[in-house]
Structures are given as structure tokens and as C-alpha cells.
């Protein structure tokens, strides 16, 4: 029974995957198409930039499909324990997409900054400070919806793809910026706005590179969830103590390793019985939890009962 739920909530959250993966896509395709035009016949070259970087987001959504699918295969011979950490690669290797992005907009605002040049930019029309406008609008809600839809399904690479969206609606921040301030007389907003730009695209991908290592490294449970699965195993009717309660991080999912205390004098049948009721309460309360194992150690409940006895005299 719990296999069959397992497999069919590990198919839900690949057809969300897919379901996000897809309007990115295409959310993607016609935003970077409609910058180019607004940046072409606008004389903006800031906005074409800016549509080369939304076209890149493509690729980043391509390798978010490809990383979460293979996560989702199932287990066979030479991956018993299935394919999830191939989810944290795809989250770094966003990462580094979205720092490489980063340092390309801090280095083109550098560069003009220190070629002197800012007096020779032309000056754009207003289409695409509209295209900027419309852009920062789509591309935040992208990053809401893709975060939302991340969160939902526990998925490192997802939430990856969000930030490359926020990263998107950053630049065309930028880009608006610079778009104002070369039609006031200041263009030198442009390259200043795109280095501060940069240096929050690059702590976005620092983050979402560690988590995703942190997931490849056996990393614990935070200790809340830990807490909270020792407070269910103790409240399961027979276990007498909690010997040793593990977890790891295995990609978007968790193992749980479990000791338990019971009476020693019971039938195997029993401590069996009990040993499951542990597991089962585990799996079913904590959805991220992939597998649990759970070991019985015997208690000797008379000799205990006898030196409570002798103490209290």
C-alpha cells in the first residue's frame, strides 16, 4: 500500500515539474522574442541583452526537464536507492548558469563604465522601456509561480529555474533603469544598476549551489523534522524507548533510519507489528521521507520494573 502511494505522489510531482517546466518555456520564447523587437526598433541595446538573457532561460528550463525526469526513474539494478540526487546536479548546474549570467551583466556594466563611453549610447524610445515594464511584470510572476510549484514538490532544480526568472526580472530592472536614465541625460544608470544587478544574481547562486551540495552530502534533517519524527515514533503504542533516530538528505528526498526499545518477552510477531506502525507513521507524516527503516531492540521490561522497584524502597 505504501509503495502504491509513493509512486503515485512521485508521479504527481513530475507532472508538476513538467506542467511549470513547460509554461516557462514558452512564457521564455515570447518574452525574449518580443524584447528583441522592442530593443532593435527601439535603439535599446540594453533590451536586447535583456532578450538574450530570457532566451538563455530556455536552456536553463531544458536542463530543469531533463534533471527532475531522471530523478524520477525509477529504481533498477545499478540505482537501487533510485536517481534523486540527479536533481541536485541539475540545481548546480544552474547555478553556475545563473552566476555565469550574473558575471556577464556585471562585466558588460564595468566595461562601460571604464571605456567612457556612456556619451556615445543612443538614446532609446520609449517601446522599450514598455517591454521592460512588461517583462519585470511576467518575470516576477514566474519566479512566484515556478517558487510556488518548487516548494510544493521539495525540487532543488525548480527552485533554481524560479531564481534565473527572478535573475530575469532583475535585469530588466536594470535595463528599465537605464533605459530612464539615458532618455533624462544619465546614462550611466545603465552599467552602475547592471553591477549591483550582478551582485544579487551571484548570491542567489551561491545559495542554491550549497543547498544542492548540502543534499549530495548526507546532510541531516533540519532538527525540527527531526524532533517531530521523534515525537511520532514515541507515541506508537509498545515502543518503550528511542535508541537512535538518523536521517539524510538524499536530492529532494529524505531516508530515515530508526532503533527502537521493545518488550524483549513479546513474539516476534509483535515487535514486528510495532516496528511497522513506526514505519507507516513516519512515511505517512512526513512526505519527504522516501524510505524508512526501522530496527527492534529487545528490552528486558522486568529487570527494568525490578530496579524501579528496589529504588523506590
Known amino acids: 500500500m505504501t509503495n502504491k502511494n509513493q509512486t503515485l505522489n512521485e508521479r504527481q510531482e513530475l507532472d508538476i515539474a513538467m506542467r511549470t517546466s513547460v509554461v516557462s518555456i514558452i512564457a521564455n520564447l515570447i518574452l ?45 539494478e545499478d540505482h537501487p536507492y533510485g536517481h534523486d540526487r540527479l536533481e541536485c546536479v541539475a540545481a548546480v548546474v544552474l547555478a553556475v548558469v545563473l552566476a555565469v549570467t550574473g558575471i556577464g551583466i556585471g562585466w558588460s556594466g564595468i566595461g562601460k563604465i571604464a571605456s567612457g563611453s556612456i556619451a556615445d549610447i543612443a538614446i532609446p524610445t520609449a517601446l522599450p522601456m514598455i517591454a521592460a515594464v512588461i517583462s519585470i511584470a511576467v518575470k516576477e510572476g514566474m519566479y512566484w509561480y515556478t517558487r510556488a510549484a518548487a516548494k ?23 535595463s528599465l533603469i537605464g533605459i530612464i536614465g539615458a532618455r533624462m541625460g544619465y546614462a550611466i544608470l545603465d552599467p552602475v544598476a547592471s553591477v549591483v544587478i550582478c551582485l544579487f544574481i551571484l548570491k542567489a547562486a551561491f545559495d542554491i549551489f550549497m543547498e544542492a551540495l548540502e543534499k549530495m552530502v548526507d546532510k541531516s534533517c533540519d532538527k ?12 506508537v503504542e509498545g515502543v518503550i524507548a528511542l535508541d537512535e533516530l538518523k536521517t539524510r538528505l538524499f536530492g529532494a528526498k529524505c531516508y530515515v533510519d530508526i532503533e527502537i526499545g521493545a518488550d524483549g518477552n ?42 524501579i522497584e528496589k529504588a523506590g524502597k
Do not use: Q
Open 266 to 307: 513479546s513474539t516476534l510477531f509483535t515487535a514486528h507489528a510495532i516496528a511497522e506502525k513506526v514505519h507507516d507513521g513516519i512515511e505517512k507524516n512526513f512526505p519527504e521521507v522516501k524510505h524508512c527503516m526501522v530496527h527492534v531492540n529487545p528490552v528486558d521490561v522486568k529487570a527494568i520494573e525490578g530496579r
Open 32 to 76: 525574449s522574442v518580443f524584447k528583441f523587437i522592442a530593443g532593435i526598433f527601439g535603439r535599446s541595446a540594453a533590451m536586447v541583452s535583456d532578450a538574450v538573457h530570457s532566451a538563455s532561460d530556455v536552456f536553463s528550463t531544458v536542463i530543469v526537464i531533463i534533471g527532475v525526469k531522471i530523478a524520477h526513474k525509477a529504481s533498477d
Open 152 to 174: 510544493k514538490i521539495g525540487s532543488d532544480a525548480l527552485m533554481a529555474d524560479a531564481w534565473h526568472h527572478r535573475s530575469d526580472s532583475l535585469s530588466s530592472i536594470g
Open 224 to 235: 525540527e523534522t527531526v524532533e517531530k519524527m521523534k515525537r511520532e515514533v514515541l507515541s
